[in-house]
Every structure is written in C-alpha cells, then in structure tokens.
C-alpha cells in the first residue's frame, strides 16, 4: 500500500461495509474505480489496483486542485443587499435554508414532516408562533416538495397531509431518478440534487421541501452527507424554500441530541431541532432546537401524536 494522501480531493468514492473505500483513479479515467483505500497501520493507506505509481497519483491531484484553485468567486461586502432573515414556521425553520429534524423512530417526525407540508398547502398558522403566521392566524397556501423514502403515497402520505388539513393538489412527491427514456431509478442525491434544484426553480411559491429520511437518498450504505452540505445549502438557497432533512440515528447509536443529528449536514444546516418523548410515559413528546445559527433563548414544542 501507498503512503497516505488526501483521500478527499479524489472523485466517485465509494465506502464498503468492510471498511475499505474506493475511488476513480486521477491518473487514467480508463482505470476507472481503481483507487483502493483501507485503513492500516499507521493511518489511512492507498493503493492504485492498475498500477499507478502514488508519485502519479499525487502530482495529478496536485494539478487537479491548481486547476480548481486558478479563480475564485467573490463580491465587496458592500454590493450585498442586506436582509432579515424569512421565516417559513418563524422561530423554528427558516425559508432559503437548511433545518435538520432528528430524533430516535417512533417519535413522530415524518409526522410532523407531513404536518408542516398540510400548514404550507393548506394555508393553516404556525403552533407557537407569535406574529404573523401565530397560532389562529391562516396564511395564503403555497407549494410543498417531498421525498419519502419509507412512507407509501397513497396509504400514508395523502392520509396524514388530508387529516391535517393539507392540499394534495399543491404537494409534490419525487418518487425516483429517471436514467433513461424509460428507465427509472432510485434517487441519490449526490447525482440528482442539480435535476431537483432545477425541478424546484420552477416551481412557482415552493416553500417547503422535505428529505425523509435524508440518509435514504445518499447512494447507499456507504453515503456521506459531507459533500451534500453545500449543493443543499444551494438548493435552499435557489428556490428560497424550506429544505427540511429529517435525520434517524442509527441502532445502536448512542449520541447527544446535537450529534443525532450529524450525517455531515450540521455544518450548513441554520436551525437543527431533536425530537423526543419527554420521558414521562404519558406520550408526550418535545422538540427542541438544539443548535441556531439565527437566533438565541430558542424555546421548545410539547406535541402529542392522536389518531
């Protein structure tokens, strides 16, 4: 194996269940996913499988990032508009960003999902909020996205979106990526995430978009959020909706509320709430903001789950 170089500069990687990871080789595109790496002793070790020398490899990364580095986009400050942030459910999930929704199953979170796209569509107010929008206070109807990967159309999502008051002419289901004239498969956000940018550019008052669960749509077992945490940032920003990812920790995990939360998307996402059951054994359930770039004192939701 070949000493360690920066495995994130390369493209198309791949990670295994084994622990091994593979990429496309910088060197020749005809070598296609030859870049084995694996971790070793002594740290992270690489490999090419067609017999690239790591001298090549590194020099054709090297040249590879003075390509990327050659311009950079930039403004002056002052040619900025300045502006307040909008709020799509004000003091919980902003428009024109990212807003993680995480929590253990079971807690209701493709619930409140559906609950948000029936307030959106349905034109209904916001619970617990003051202001325009407060509770009591119907808003004009606009237009929701969804992706949900473990909720069937039509015994789960029109259900709920209708018993909540919801417009199912004005919700949008992505249900697949089509590959070809008539070839259709599953959505992996990592290649797909221009198509629905551009999809939800045209949409006229998109303000909502919902990822349920965002881990479904990361091409597989081995999907890191990371490098989805800009292009999602993009399409929030680009169709100045609401992009909510709902988030469930694996089994097993035991982590902070902050960490259920991780996949790689904290880092873009403005306001990232948890989920929970609030312990009591009454049913009742919270949902908290537990990290917000936009405000400060955020306060919590106590929300009960009824037939």
């Known amino acids: 194996m070949t000493p360690t170089f920066f495995f994130g500069q390369l493209k198309g990687v791949q990670h295994h269940p084994n622990g091994s990871s593979t990429a496309l080789c910088p060197v020749r595109s005809e070598h296609g996913r030859s870049i084995i790496a694996g971790v070793l002793q002594g740290g ?4 090419c ?9 590194e020099d054709a990364l090297a040249r590879a990032d003075q390509v990327r580095s050659n311009e950079l986009a930039f403004d002056r400050l002052d040619s900025v508009s300045v502006g307040a942030v909008r709020w799509l459910w004000p003091g919980q ?10 929590g253990e199953g079971g807690v209701g979170k493709s619930l409140i999902a559906v609950d948000m796209a029936a307030r959106v569509t349905g034109g209904q107010a916001w619970p617990g909020a003051a202001g325009e929008a407060g509770d009591g206070q119907r808003v004009k109807p606009g237009w929701a996205m969804m992706l949900a990967a473990e909720d069937d159309m039509a015994d789960m999502i029109r259900p709920r979106l209708e018993a909540a008051g919801g417009d199912a002419a004005r919700l949008i289901v992505v249900q697949a990526a089509k590959l070809g004239p008539e070839v259709e498969g599953p959505l992996d956000l990592r290649r797909d995430l221009p198509a629905l940018t551009k999809l939800g550019s045209k949409v006229v008052d998109l303000r909502l978009i919902v990822i349920d669960p965002i881990t479904a749509y990361l091409g597989g077992p081995g999907g890191d959020g990371v490098t989805l945490a800009r292009p999602l940032a993009r399409l929030a920003r680009t169709t ?5 990812c709902v988030h469930r920790p ?13 996949g790689g998307f904290t880092g873009s996402a403005r306001q990232v709430l948890a989920a929970a059951s609030d312990g009591g054994g009454t049913g009742r359930r919270v949902m908290v903001a537990v990290k917000s770039n936009l405000l400060s004192g955020v306060s919590g939701l106590a929300y009960r789950v009824e037939s």
């Open 44 to 47: 992270l070790k690489f490999q």
């Open 49 to 57: 499988s067609a017999g690239c020398s790591v001298a090549e490899i």
């Open 93 to 102: 999930v902003p428009l024109g960003k990212v807003t993680m929704l995480a």
């Open 240 to 244: 100045g909706a609401a992009v909510l």
């Open 250 to 262: 694996s089994r097993g995990e035991r982590l902070s509320p902050l960490g259920r939360a991780s």
